[in-house]
């Protein structure tokens, strides 16, 4: 049942992106209350899913249908309980998405000719297909309520399922970390500086466009791809330095003063403001770490690396006192998951979830073993010198109600969302009028009572 129900806001994610088909006569092939579903929405979602390597889980022409009618199930329930969207959010997620589309694409033109459309166009489809997709969210919530899970439900379901049916919980681990940044000369930050003042100065004298310098020079490789754009924004989007300056530009014309943030030196040019949200351009170099000042950096690091073999100080002490990683060093060094994880928000990670270069280094290590000082880039694109402490390692193992409770609880809290859920869904097809046309009726639908006699 989770899985329809992802599948279904999946597939609503490609109704911004329909391609006009010729060939296709178009027709209501199903009625679900008041809402029609259109063969061409089928025909446009199978497509375009079709393309991106989507396996659907049947028949497309049964599949993609009944999902549609199990949102629209949803969106009517949303009227009944007056369950409206939050408008601001919605722009927000938009502009995201928006970004993220021109960059995969190249440019807004780009994506006008891949999608068949022009830019506002696609704007206000994806506005409208994430206001539903947000709507349909919340009516699952409202739903669902708050599921209250005793200890002796989870022990329950420990206990009914097959040992071989338990999931496999990966190797974590639990690490710390001291870093410390090689010293920056004054005369590498004055070049980076002077640089950009030639780029600003290029620019204002129409010898080059911003897009241009960004495009050949930034380090921000994302962005330089689409000459430095960035997409709309909202401040907290943003670091501070960079948003205050940002913030404060009103003409196009004019170009930013250098501006330093953790990732390096900034010139910006403002493109667009629209309300609380701003589209601005900028270029980014990084200072760059010589030989010599990395070396030292190691340096520093091994007399601290061997004062704690010495048990001068622990590695709590001097994570806090001496680390350069402001995120970990009021933590005891200790690091915070912050991916699209199960472990986000916890200091546990998976092998993979680390830095590749801190993987390799405590994939060997034992628990209490402490590195030798190695390089790594840090999560601001620096490059730093390390030294990690392994605190805990759980290895792979099957699933059990001793060392993953909270595991086994998410499980069950998740089986239950898509019992109610079922089971509510099997109410309203049995209360909202459904009308499928002939030649869409023969399938071996997820839920069976959408055809009544």
């Known amino acids: 049942m989770k899985k329809k129900i992802i599948a279904i806001l999946f597939v609503t994610c490609f109704n911004s992106v329909l391609f006009a088909q010729d060939n296709v006569i178009d027709e209501i092939v199903w009625v679900v209350g008041d809402d029609a579903i259109l063969r061409s929405d089928i025909e446009n979602q199978r497509l375009i899913l079709q ?15 009944e999902q549609l009618a199990v949102q629209k199930l949803y969106l009517n329930q949303a009227k009944i309980d007056s369950i409206t969207a939050d408008e601001t959010q919605i722009l927000q997620n938009v502009d995201q998405w928006m970004n993220m589309a021109v960059a995969q694409l190249g440019s807004r033109e780009q994506m006008e000719e891949y999608l068949g459309k022009k830019y506002s166009q696609i704007r206000d489809e994806r506005r409208e297909m994430l206001r539903e997709q947000q709507i ?72 080059m466009e911003f897009s241009t310098l960004a495009r050949l020079y930034s380090e921000d490789t994302e962005s330089a791809k689409r000459g430095g754009e960035l997409g709309f924004m909202g401040k907290a989007n943003l670091l501070p330095e960079f948003a205050n300056v940002a913030f404060n530009l009103n003409d196009p014309k004019r170009i930013s003063q250098v501006v330093q943030t953790e990732y390096g030196y900034h010139i910006i040019q403002l493109i667009e403001k629209r309300g609380d949200r701003i589209n601005c351009r900028h270029i980014l170099l990084r200072p760059k770490v010589s030989e010599k000042e990395l070396l030292e950096a190691t340096a520093r690091m091994d007399s601290l690396y061997n004062d704690l073999q010495a048990e001068k100080f622990s590695f709590e002490e001097a994570a806090t006192y001496v680390s350069h990683d402001k995120e970990t060093r009021n933590n005891n060094g200790l690091m915070v998951n912050k991916g699209e994880s199960n472990n986000y928000g916890t200091p546990k990670f998976e092998m993979q979830e680390l830095p590749q270069e801190m993987g390799r280094i405590v994939y060997g290590m034992q628990v209490g073993d402490i590195s030798k000082p190695f390089t790594m880039i840090s999560e601001s694109q620096k490059e730093v010198v390390a030294i990690v402490k392994l605190k805990s390692r759980v290895e792979q193992h099957r699933a059990n109600i001793s060392d993953d409770y909270q595991v086994l609880k998410a499980i069950v809290e998740d089986k239950k969302r898509e019992e109610l859920l079922q089971e509510w869904i099997l109410t309203k097809q049995k209360s909202t009028y459904v009308r499928i046309s002939d030649g869409w009726k023969n399938c071996d639908f997820h839920y069976p009572d959408w055809i009544k006699e």
């Open 136 to 207: 349909v969210s919340e009516v699952q919530r409202s739903l669902i309520g708050n599921i209250k899970l005793t200890p002796a439900d989870v022990r329950k379901y420990y206990n009914e399922l097959p040992q071989d049916s338990l999931p496999i919980i990966p190797t974590a681990v639990e690490v710390q970390v001291i870093t410390i940044e090689p010293t920056i000369p004054f005369e590498e930050t004055d070049a980076i500086k002077d640089r950009l003042r030639e780029y600003t100065e290029k620019i204002n004298n129409g010898e």
């Open 51 to 65: 393309s991106e390597g989507y396996r659907f889980d049947g028949d497309p022409y049964c599949v993609l249908p």
